[in-house]
């Protein structure tokens, strides 16, 4: 197959955990290796974001990278993109009027509703991972959501109007529906981990005798980092990391890590708190496994991709029961989930962990085992490819509503 990757924030090529770096970012450039490497060819499409960017970057034989020109040649974060999507569109537009490609598989909402506009004068099926969802996020954060207006009624179109939604979770499958999405023009295929280089062997970073808990991910408040620095006062001489934000260097400015660090300092926990700051992706595998637990704390979570890296890597997670961690992390099984957590519950359940050698084991092992049974990139590719196949086989773009975002944007 000839596969078009539209990812307008989300480059592959980025340093992840900035504000707008993350777990897309790693899934779009997992997804198309993986299936690059099952003999197919494939074209990620991203914004150029930065002076100086080639605008063709080739990863290998039948792997490449497309920097297109919408906007500014600079970072513009992802919340303001979507007036410079109708030239992504037009870009692409002309890029497949000589080779349209047989699929497109676009992800995050603005990625959609470019590959829409530009696809659907050439029969060229959509097919739709949204990563987050605008209702969702609304939901939780209210008004402090920088989200477009437009997001919630674009996204419901591109839903309707895509030939197949693959939802990254059963959690996001019940909020599809309710914004008009069919249930059977929807399919789960949840993100992926790199069970090579996140697996219990390999190095280890340096620690101490205190037990270490980790949580990684984006400086931003709806991570749940404060949550976890509130419980280490009630987990006697843990220590925690976190890990992620701005590189180290540039910390001090960053609003988030200067909160977090009152915050470790009011709850007389800061010699116990470090934040890293980005760490490269080679040196997270070894955070990782010198954890006696990973803590996963959201506020929500489409899906959660570092407790799924944890487990790959042994480690057992503590985890909010939202999202795709519901689905993730089997409860008494790979990891703990923890229902309307407050700092009180967190912390009880990670000294009945932490004082529990036997069943961290168990969790280790059990982590492992899902981790390479289900989440492999390997398997992610052959249900991907698997989908892609049943959407060819039944036709093109669902023509009845491919004009809706449009209509959605105006």
Same mark, same amino acid.
């Given at each position: ?21 993350? @777990? ?220 992620? @934000? ?30 890293? @700051? ?133």
């Amino acid at each position: 197959m000839n596969i078009a990757m539209v990812s307008e924030h989300a480059n592959p090529l980025a340093a992840i955990g900035g504000v707008d770096a993350g @777990g897309q970012n790693v899934h779009v450039a997992e997804l198309a290796r993986a299936l690059a490497g099952r003999g197919h060819r494939v074209t990620v499409y991203t914004r150029h974001d930065a002076p100086g960017l080639a605008r063709r970057v080739r990863l290998g034989r039948r792997l490449q990278v497309v920097h297109v020109p919408a906007g500014p040649p600079s970072e513009v974060p992802k919340d303001e993109l979507l007036p410079y999507m109708p030239d992504f569109a037009e870009f692409l537009r002309s890029e497949w009027s000589a080779r349209p490609p047989d699929i497109v598989h676009a992800h995050f909402w603005m990625s959609g509703f470019a590959s829409l506009l530009a696809a659907r004068d050439r029969g060229v099926p959509v097919v739709q991972t949204f990563h987050a969802l605008g209702a969702v996020k609304r939901r939780h954060q209210r008004d402090a959501d920088p989200s477009p207006p437009e997001r919630i009624r674009i996204e419901a179109a591109v839903g309707r109007s895509a030939a197949l939604v693959l939802a990254t979770a059963a959690d996001e499958v019940d909020e599809l529906t309710q914004l008009g999405v069919p249930r059977a023009a929807v399919t789960v295929i949840p993100c992926g981990v790199d069970v090579q280089n996140f697996s219990p062997d390999g190095p280890i970073a340096p620690r101490g005798e205190r037990p270490r808990l980790v949580a990684v991910g984006r400086l931003v408040p709806r991570k749940g980092f404060d949550l976890a620095i509130e419980a280490l006062r009630a987990v006697s001489d843990a220590e925690l990391l976190i890990v992620g @934000g701005p590189p180290a260097a540039e910390l001090t400015a960053d609003p988030e890590a200067a909160r977090l660090r009152a915050l470790a300092e009011r709850c007389d926990v800061a010699d116990r708190v470090t934040l890293t @700051g980005r760490v490269d992706r080679t040196a997270l595998p070894p955070l990782l496994r010198s954890a006696d637990a990973v803590i996963c704390m959201p506020r929500y979570e489409p899906f959660g991709m570092t407790a799924l890296e944890a487990m790959a890597c042994g480690v057992p997670v503590v985890a909010s029961a939202v999202g795709g961690l519901t689905d993730t992390v089997v409860d008494g099984v790979s990891g703990e989930l923890v229902r309307s957590p407050t700092p009180a519950r967190l912390a009880a359940v990670l000294r009945s962990l932490l004082a529990d050698p036997f069943r961290l084991g168990a969790y280790r092992t059990s982590g492992v085992d899902r981790a390479r049974a289900r989440y492999s990139w390997a398997r992610i590719a052959l249900d991907t490819e698997a989908a892609y196949e049943r959407v060819l086989a039944g036709g093109g773009v669902g023509a009845e509503h491919v004009d809706e975002p449009v209509e959605a944007a105006r």
